[in-house]
C-alpha cells in the first residue's frame, strides 16, 4: 500500500480557538475558502463524532460540513457548512485551529481516501494524505499524524509530514487505533497481526510489546494520557480488560454483562480511578478501577512508584452481589470456596454506577468534571450525568441537549 503527501514550507497559526503554537509545513491543497459557501443544507445527518485528546470539546462530521462543541458549559464553538461538504470523520487537535478531515458520503466531494489537515485559522488545507485505499480513521497528537487503513497504519512527524513508521495489521475495518497524549511519553495501540491481539508501540523506548488481549477479535480500546494503562473488549463485548502496557500484564477484568454487546466507547477518567463503557445495549457503565499510577493519587493509597500497579482488592463473601467494604469497589460475586468448580461468571466484578438511556442509539462516552460522565450519540443527543463515587448505583442526568437543532447555532 502506498501514499502520497503533498505540502510546502510554513507556519501553521493555532490562534483561532487554540491553546498552544505548532509550527508544521502547509499547502494550499485542494480544499480552499471558496468550499466554504454556506448552502441551505436543510435537514442534518450525523456522520461522525469524536472527542478531543482531553475530552474538553467534541468534533461532528454531517452530511453538510462539520461542528465543533464545547463540553462544559456546552456550546457550539464553529460550524462549516459546505457545498456537498459531506464528513465522516473529523479528528480535533486538543483545542487549536487544526483538523484532520476525511470525506465521503454519496454527495460528498471530498475522497474517502484522502485526509486533508485543515487550518481553520487561515481557512485552508495546509497538507494531503492520499491513499488507495479507504482511511479508516485519523489521529493526532502534538507531533504526529497517525492514518489508519485496513491494513496498515501510517505514523507522520507533524512538523514536516514525513514518515516515521509503517505499521502492518490484522484486518481493521474499524480503524482502531489510540495514541497517548503526555509529551513524555509516545505510544501507539492497534490490533495486532492475530485475532484478540493488541500491540503496543513505546516509541520513545523502542519497545514493542504485543498482548494477547482476548480470544475473539479486538473491539474497542482505549489509552490512560500517559499510554501506560490499557482498557480493551473484544467483539462479544462481555469483559473490559485492564493492560500494563509495559509488560503486558492483566491488571483487572471486569463484567459489562452476559450477553455479546457492541461496545461503542470506552474512557478512562483522568486520574484512572473509573472507567466508563457504552455499548448497543443502551446502558452506560461506569466501574471502580485498582489499577494507579504513580504520582498523587498512587502515593495517596500506596507506595510511590513509577510504573502502574495493582492496589489490594477486597471483596464480600456474600452470595449476592454488594458493593464492598472498601468505598468505590466493584459490586462481585466472591464464591471462593467453589472456585475451580464454577464458571468464572460467578467471580465477575460488575458496574459500580450505570444508567439506560432512553434511546437506542451509538454514544461515545466519557468523563466531564466533578464526577460526572458526558455522552455524545450519532442522533444528535449531548447528555451529561452524574453518579455517587461513594455508593455507586444508578447515575442522575444532568443535561440533556439536542445539539443538531438550529438553536444550538454558534455564536
Given at each position: 500500500m502506498s501514499s502520497s503527501v503533498s505540502a510546502s514550507q510554513g507556519f501553521i497559526s493555532t490562534s483561532g480557538f487554540g491553546a498552544y503554537d505548532l509550527a508544521s509545513s502547509g499547502t494550499s491543497g485542494t480544499f480552499s475558502l471558496s468550499d466554504l459557501e454556506v448552502n441551505d443544507v436543510g435537514d442534518t445527518e450525523l456522520l461522525s463524532a469524536s472527542w478531543n485528546q482531553d475530552y474538553s470539546c467534541f468534533a461532528v462530521g454531517t452530511n453538510n460540513g462539520f461542528r465543533i462543541y464545547n463540553c462544559d458549559p456546552f456550546k457550539e464553538t464553529f460550524r462549516r457548512d459546505l457545498k456537498n461538504g459531506c464528513f465522516r470523520m473529523v479528528e480535533m487537535l486538543f483545542r487549536c485551529n487544526i483538523l484532520a478531515l476525511v470525506g465521503g458520503g454519496a454527495n460528498s466531494q471530498y475522497s474517502p481516501n484522502k485526509v486533508m489537515i485543515w487550518d481553520d485559522h487561515q481557512s485552508r488545507c495546509i497538507g494531503e494524505f492520499s491513499f488507495r485505499s479507504e482511511v479508516r480513521a485519523v489521529k493526532l497528537r502534538r507531533d504526529q499524524i497517525v492514518v489508519v487503513l485496513e491494513h496498515k497504519i501510517y505514523v507522520y512527524n507533524f512538523m514536516d509530514l514525513k514518515l516515521l513508521h509503517?505499521?502492518?495489521?490484522?484486518?481493521?475495518?474499524?480503524?482502531?487505533?489510540?495514541?497517548?497524549?503526555?509529551?513524555?511519553?509516545?505510544?501507539?495501540?492497534?490490533?495486532?497481526?492475530?485475532?484478540?491481539e493488541v500491540r503496543v508501540e513505546h516509541f520513545g523506548l523502542n519497545l514493542i510489546k504485543i498482548i494477547q488481549a482476548h480470544e475473539s477479535h479486538v473491539a474497542c480500546f482505549t489509552l490512560t494520557m500517559d499510554g501506560l494503562i490499557l482498557a480493551t473488549a473484544s467483539t462479544k463485548g462481555t469483559l473490559i480488560r485492564i493492560f500494563n502496557t509495559m509488560d503486558g500484564t492483566c491488571l483487572q477484568e471486569v463484567r459489562r454483562g452476559t450477553e455479546k454487546a457492541d461496545i461503542y466507547g470506552i474512557a478512562f477518567s483522568p486520574d484512572a480511578q473509573w472507567l466508563a463503557v457504552s455499548s448497543?445495549?443502551?446502558?452506560?457503565?461506569?466501574?471502580?478501577?485498582?489499577?494507579?499510577?504513580?504520582?498523587?493519587?498512587?502515593?495517596?493509597?500506596?507506595?510511590?512508584?513509577?510504573?502502574?500497579?495493582?492496589?489490594?482488592?477486597?471483596?464480600?463473601?456474600?452470595?449476592?452481589?454488594?458493593?464492598?467494604?472498601?468505598?468505590?469497589?466493584?459490586?462481585?460475586?466472591?464464591?471462593?470456596?467453589?472456585?475451580?468448580?464454577l464458571p468464572k461468571y460467578f467471580?465477575?466484578?460488575?458496574?459500580?454506577?450505570?444508567?439506560?438511556?432512553?434511546?437506542?442509539?451509538?454514544?461515545?462516552?466519557?468523563?466531564?468534571?466533578?464526577?460526572?460522565?458526558?455522552?455524545?450519540?450519532?442522533?444528535?443527543?449531548?447528555?451529561?450525568?452524574?453518579?455517587?463515587?461513594?455508593?455507586?448505583?444508578?447515575?442522575?442526568?444532568?443535561?440533556?441537549?439536542?445539539?443538531?437543532k438550529a438553536d444550538f447555532r454558534a455564536r
Amino acid at each position: 500500500m502506498s501514499s502520497s503527501v503533498s505540502a510546502s514550507q510554513g507556519f501553521i497559526s493555532t490562534s483561532g480557538f487554540g491553546a498552544y503554537d505548532l509550527a508544521s509545513s502547509g499547502t494550499s491543497g485542494t480544499f480552499s475558502l471558496s468550499d466554504l459557501e454556506v448552502n441551505d443544507v436543510g435537514d442534518t445527518e450525523l456522520l461522525s463524532a469524536s472527542w478531543n485528546q482531553d475530552y474538553s470539546c467534541f468534533a461532528v462530521g454531517t452530511n453538510n460540513g462539520f461542528r465543533i462543541y464545547n463540553c462544559d458549559p456546552f456550546k457550539e464553538t464553529f460550524r462549516r457548512d459546505l457545498k456537498n461538504g459531506c464528513f465522516r470523520m473529523v479528528e480535533m487537535l486538543f483545542r487549536c485551529n487544526i483538523l484532520a478531515l476525511v470525506g465521503g458520503g454519496a454527495n460528498s466531494q471530498y475522497s474517502p481516501n484522502k485526509v486533508m489537515i485543515w487550518d481553520d485559522h487561515q481557512s485552508r488545507c495546509i497538507g494531503e494524505f492520499s491513499f488507495r485505499s479507504e482511511v479508516r480513521a485519523v489521529k493526532l497528537r502534538r507531533d504526529q499524524i497517525v492514518v489508519v487503513l485496513e491494513h496498515k497504519i501510517y505514523v507522520y512527524n507533524f512538523m514536516d509530514l514525513k514518515l516515521l513508521h509503517q505499521i502492518e495489521t490484522l484486518s481493521n475495518p474499524r480503524g482502531l487505533c489510540c495514541l497517548s497524549h503526555d509529551m513524555n511519553t509516545s505510544v501507539l495501540v492497534c490490533p495486532g497481526r492475530r485475532r484478540g491481539e493488541v500491540r503496543v508501540e513505546h516509541f520513545g523506548l523502542n519497545l514493542i510489546k504485543i498482548i494477547q488481549a482476548h480470544e475473539s477479535h479486538v473491539a474497542c480500546f482505549t489509552l490512560t494520557m500517559d499510554g501506560l494503562i490499557l482498557a480493551t473488549a473484544s467483539t462479544k463485548g462481555t469483559l473490559i480488560r485492564i493492560f500494563n502496557t509495559m509488560d503486558g500484564t492483566c491488571l483487572q477484568e471486569v463484567r459489562r454483562g452476559t450477553e455479546k454487546a457492541d461496545i461503542y466507547g470506552i474512557a478512562f477518567s483522568p486520574d484512572a480511578q473509573w472507567l466508563a463503557v457504552s455499548s448497543d445495549k443502551g446502558t452506560i457503565h461506569i466501574f471502580s478501577l485498582r489499577v494507579r499510577v504513580g504520582g498523587e493519587d498512587a502515593s495517596a493509597r500506596s507506595t510511590p512508584c513509577q510504573n502502574p500497579l495493582l492496589l489490594p482488592h477486597t471483596s464480600s463473601n456474600s452470595l449476592e452481589p454488594l458493593i464492598s467494604s472498601d468505598a468505590g469497589a466493584n459490586p462481585s460475586l466472591s464464591l471462593s470456596f467453589m472456585k475451580g468448580m464454577l464458571p468464572k461468571y460467578f467471580s465477575s466484578e460488575w458496574s459500580f454506577a450505570r444508567f439506560h438511556l432512553p434511546v437506542t442509539s451509538r454514544f461515545i462516552v466519557a468523563f466531564g468534571s466533578h464526577n460526572t460522565v458526558i455522552i455524545v450519540g450519532f442522533d444528535g443527543s449531548f447528555y451529561r450525568f452524574s453518579f455517587d463515587p461513594i455508593n455507586g448505583g444508578g447515575m442522575s442526568q444532568m443535561e440533556h441537549i439536542r445539539f443538531l437543532k438550529a438553536d444550538f447555532r454558534a455564536r
